[in-house]
């Protein structure tokens, strides 16, 4: 199957077109001061009705008049669906994921929303719980012919959205980052987002062929119905060529058996010269790590992006 009659098939698979974009109908709540940047606390329409609370960084280099480049930042699941965007953007949670924080001090505009079933996008109703409502949401969106991974893709196609509303944004120049789950949403959302300049995921590529075999539940991102065996996760991540890719790894992360791993990047690689892109995408596997962002792994993903958005 071509890549295009597999982006169709890709597109089918995960509940077929989206909705065109309604109005943002942006909303700010608060402003919070840190060192060398600003936090903006805002919600935006990602359809009309469901707004997506975000929080956006903006260091203090950037202005309407000198414009900086932007990453969104997806947040890990880590099976803490009480954390979402304030992690990444180092108001709570792990100190190693304070990344869009980290990104802000380096001169990036940085955009960290919560993810569907995540801090403050949990059950409104309160009846459900943590993975109970994550469960939930994903078995309705199989009712109605779609999957989760559909629904994360449109929101973060908002995101970019948004983004380029902003005049402190240089609107050509956004890149997007995420780690475990968030690595997931970066290879899902990049076939269908060229916005997206310059893409990096940190510690995870399941394939289904290593999830089948180890019996593993992983998150629910990850599901997309009707593409294997012809097809599997890394060819979703190979439609993204020619742009920028990157993807680390650890050897020992048991989400991404790593046997499987090598032969989804030698996929993905395959993809990328097929495309007369070959160094569009690259690659780190660290021996001996597990599910982590080691200091290489960092050191890596600002290289890229200092490389395709400065």
């Known amino acids: 199957m071509a890549d295009e009659q597999f982006r169709e098939h890709l597109l089918k698979s995960l509940g077929g077109e989206w909705p065109e974009p309604c109005l943002l109908n942006v909303q700010h709540r608060e402003t919070i001061k840190k060192e060398g940047f600003r936090i903006e606390s805002v919600f935006y329409d990602a359809e009309p009705g469901d707004a997506i609370p975000a929080l956006l960084l903006v ?73 109970n409502y994550e469960r939930f949401e994903f078995l309705r969106y199989v009712v109605e012919g779609k999957c989760m991974a559909w629904k994360n893709i449109l929101d973060m196609r908002r995101a970019v959205d948004f983004l380029q509303s902003r005049p402190e944004v240089f609107a050509q120049k956004i890149g997007c980052y995420g780690h475990s789950m968030g690595s997931t949403h970066t290879w899902l959302v990049g076939p269908w987002e060229p916005r997206l300049k310059c893409l990096v995921g940190n510690c995870c ?98 290289k890229c992006f200092s490389r395709h958005l400065l």
Not at 89 to 101: D, F, V, W, Y
Not at 278 to 292: L, M, P, R, W
């Open 59 to 131: 260091p203090d280099c950037a202005t309407d008049d000198n414009p900086a480049p932007a990453i969104c930042v997806w947040h890990q699941h880590a099976g803490q669906w009480h954390l979402g965007k304030g992690e990444p953007a180092g108001l709570t949670g792990n100190p190693m994921h304070h990344t869009g924080a980290a990104l802000a001090r380096e001169g990036y505009v940085v955009l960290c929303p919560d993810a569907l079933c995540f801090e403050e996008r949990q059950d409104s109703t309160g009846k459900l719980k943590g993975g």
């Open 205 to 302: 590529l399941p394939t289904y062929k290593a999830m089948h075999q180890e019996h593993m539940l992983h998150c629910f991102p990850n599901f997309v119905p009707g593409i294997f065996p012809e097809h599997d996760t890394p060819d979703i991540a190979g439609l993204i060529a020619p742009r920028a890719l990157h993807l680390n790894l650890g050897e020992l992360d048991g989400g991404s058996p790593i046997d499987e791993a090598r032969r989804g990047v030698e996929v993905i690689a395959k993809a990328y010269e097929e495309s007369g892109a070959a160094i569009g995408f690259s690659h780190y596997i660290e021996e001996d790590s597990g599910h982590i962002l080691s200091e290489e792994m960092w050191s890596r993903t600002k």
